[in-house]
């Protein structure tokens, strides 16, 4: 499987926009980049995923390097509900054993008020 | 609320026991997971279903036995566990098992084997 590269945390203010980065640098043309995040004591839950393009969605924008060796998950304004684990998943295309959706340790983000 | 519902979010059993949990999902997906997470561990996938069919086994112990009678609804038997299975288990769905698709996730069951 792909190899995702994550900071094992950040701290943020309230407010201020969130950069998480997210190393890929072993992505095959075919792997979409997914993100999601698990606050305490739930479910992990789908933030936004892209391929190639910038995405854009009520949660959060995610830009991806030209290379598409890295992305970002950008929050635009932290809240303390953001306060959560944050996973950068490569999950490849249709078919074949590299769909699954294998999770890594992640980013822990920490919000102060 | 995701659309996934989990049951029941709490277990106790004891090692000779038998149990099984309920994953349910009326989203139309066709695609369903298990997941294990340990304390202080990254999820664990063990179990993929794709229309009703499994495709993915992780090397899980056979002491875990999944079930998919239809594309809603997704069961995990449990006997003969160990305390080291004590974790959350957690129930996935999507539209298929693509990697342009995303997953939703149930709330999970807490396992506690004693």
């Known amino acids: 499987d792909a190899k995702t590269t994550q900071p094992n945390s950040m701290e943020s203010n309230e407010e201020e926009p969130v950069h998480l980065p997210c190393n890929h640098s072993?992505?095959?043309?075919?792997?979409?980049i997914h993100w999601y995040r698990q606050l305490p004591s739930q479910g992990p839950e789908y933030v936004i995923h892209?391929?190639?393009s910038n995405v854009n969605n009520r949660m959060a924008s995610l830009a991806i390097a030209e290379d598409r060796k890295s992305s970002t998950l950008i929050l635009h304004r932290a809240t303390l509900r953001d306060a959560a684990v944050y996973y950068c998943?490569?999950?490849?295309?249709?078919?074949?054993?590299?769909?699954?959706?294998?999770f890594g340790t992640g980013t822990l983000l920490a919000v102060q008020p | 609320e995701t659309g996934v519902t989990q049951t029941p979010r709490h277990l106790v059993m004891g090692m000779t026991n038998k149990k099984s949990l309920k994953c349910e999902q009326h989203?139309?997906?066709?695609?369903m997971y298990w997941y294990k997470q340990s304390a202080k561990k990254p999820l664990e996938l063990m179990f993929v279903?794709?229309?009703?069919?499994?495709?993915e086994n992780n090397s899980v112990p056979s002491r875990f036995s999944p079930e998919c009678p239809n594309s809603s609804h997704l069961f995990l038997h449990l006997h003969t566990l160990q305390p080291e299975d004590s974790a959350l288990y957690l129930c996935?769905?999507?539209?298929?098992?693509?990697?342009?698709?995303?997953?939703?996730f149930g709330q999970g069951t807490r396992l506690t084997v004693v």
């Open positions: 996935a769905s999507s539209q298929d098992p693509d990697g342009n698709t995303e997953a939703f």
């Open positions: 072993t992505i095959s043309g075919t792997d979409y």
């Open positions: 892209g391929l190639t």
């Open positions: 998943i490569l999950r490849g295309g249709y078919g074949g054993a590299t769909n699954k959706l294998i």
């Open positions: 989203l139309g997906h066709n695609a």
């Open positions: 279903y794709s229309l009703e069919e499994r495709v």
